[in-house]
């Protein structure tokens, strides 16, 4: 390959590709990767690189943006352990869309101390994140899939246990107290007893309240987590030799059977559109295999729909429908009308103080009824 005509020097470079000017300054996470090309002459993988740079440069979800060599949350430069690793990755070429939307969920929490401590409690536990911006934990649960403490809450596949997020302690100084629990390998070994089960929970960083000290920092507490597997080789976890299979990788696929994915690439905006115009058919994308339709999904622009999980839909919605009541019912007991319960289930940003108090009340109206039904028997 012919030369690249280009300027190198310490802090800048610049170089021509496909008759187009390129530059970059020393900030740039591939700055050094080109420098190195360019030092050693290596002229085919400039046009690479220089494709890989414009992907880089401006890469967004929702509030973070990364911008050359720094990320930004709201326009403020961040430097912590997660947005270093995520400069890393851009540097090594891989992808970084997970980590940016789970850099967003984290931002979103309101307690500082949950913000500070959870990323690098997970890079500590090797616990890995999703690829929808949550992160997996441990549960050790009762043979009937009921929690070991009070053996009332269900953590059966599929169930969102919660509770009012006022209620759990954020003292991490606590170290037995009041929250849903979930935990890494070196905890889950001293809480499992023979005949329990053992759950894979998904928790939103945004919903954990605190990391609490005891057992070198290796559970914690929040209000609420999805279930969303039965740990399968029990084995290695319980004796604290290794994490299940399925938790032996940094970003988990966990929505990435081939129907899920479809449902994904279906409800994009880019895809919608491309439908309604002609320029895609619904009946090619069905027939998709899980790579081609992996790759598509890949190559769309990070959307900002809401994505499968429940953790993402109205908590107000999902806990009253898990429990089984009618809008009325709640209505009721919280001396509302039937639609301003439906209203506040509508949207997803309603106040941590509504949604507690909900949650209360779901809760009580839940219990009694278990009890007329348990009379009635």
Same mark, same amino acid.
């Given at each position: ?11 800048? /470079? #610049? ?7 390129? #530059?970059? &300054? ?27 740079? !414009? ?11 990364? *911008? ?23 540097? $090594? &070429? ?10 967003? &969920? /984290?931002?979103?929490?309101? $307690?500082?101390? +949950? ?16 690829? *929808? ?20 809450? $269900? &953590? ?17 100084? @606590? ?10 390998? @070196? ?19 945004? *919903? ?21 597997? !039965? ?20 970003? /988990?696929?966990? !929505? ?6 479809? !449902? ?33 999904? +890949? ?44 209203? #506040?289930?509508?949207? +997803? @940003? ?28």
């Amino acid at each position: 390959m012919k030369p690249v005509h280009h300027i190198l020097q310490d802090h800048y /470079l #610049s170089v021509i590709v496909n008759g187009r000017p390129f #530059s970059l &300054n020393s900030s740039h996470p591939t700055f050094a990767a080109m420098k190195r090309a360019l030092e050693r002459k290596r002229w085919a993988s400039i046009p690479r690189l220089v494709n890989v740079a !414009e992907t880089v440069k401006n890469q967004s979800q929702g509030s973070i943006k990364m *911008d050359g060599g720094k990320v930004f949350y709201k326009g403020r430069p961040v430097d912590t352990s997660l947005t270093r690793r995520i400069v890393q990755l851009v540097k $090594d &070429n891989k992808p970084v869309k997970s980590m940016l939307v789970f850099m967003d &969920n /984290l931002y979103k929490n309101p $307690d500082q101390n +949950a913000i500070n401590e959870l990323y690098d409690w997970l890079m500590r536990c090797n616990l890995p994140i999703t690829d *929808d911006g949550c992160f997996m934990a441990y549960k050790a649960v009762r043979h009937d899939y009921m929690d070991k403490h009070t053996g009332s809450v $269900d &953590n059966a596949v599929g169930k969102v246990p919660s509770m009012p997020r006022k209620d759990v302690d954020p003292n991490r100084a @606590n170290e037995c107290s009041h929250g849903l629990h979930f935990c890494s390998l @070196n905890y889950v070994k001293s809480f499992y007893q023979n005949g329990d089960k053992l759950v894979g929970v998904k928790i939103n960083p945004k *919903d954990v309240v605190s990391i609490p000290a005891d057992y070198n920092y290796s559970k914690g507490r929040t209000w609420r987590y999805e279930v969303v597997m !039965e740990i399968a080789d029990t084995d290695p976890v319980i004796q604290g030799t290794a994490d299940s299979v399925i938790f032996q990788t940094a970003v /988990l696929p966990v !929505e990435s059977d081939r129907k899920k994915l479809l !449902e994904k690439v279906l409800s994009h905006p880019t895809v919608r559109r491309a439908l309604k115009k002609r320029k895609l058919k619904v009946g090619n994308l069905k027939k998709g295999t899980l790579g081609r339709l992996t790759k598509l999904y +890949a190559r769309l622009p990070i959307s900002n729909a809401v994505p499968q999980s429940k953790l993402y839909e109205n908590p107000i919605k999902v806990a009253r429908e898990q429990a089984g009541l009618r809008l009325v019912e709640l209505a009721e007991e919280m001396d509302l009308t039937p639609k301003e319960v439906y209203d #506040s289930e509508r949207f +997803a @940003n309603a106040t941590q103080t509504k949604i507690d108090a909900f949650i209360a009340a779901i809760k009580v109206v839940s219990e009694r009824k278990q009890k007329v039904q348990a009379a009635a028997a």
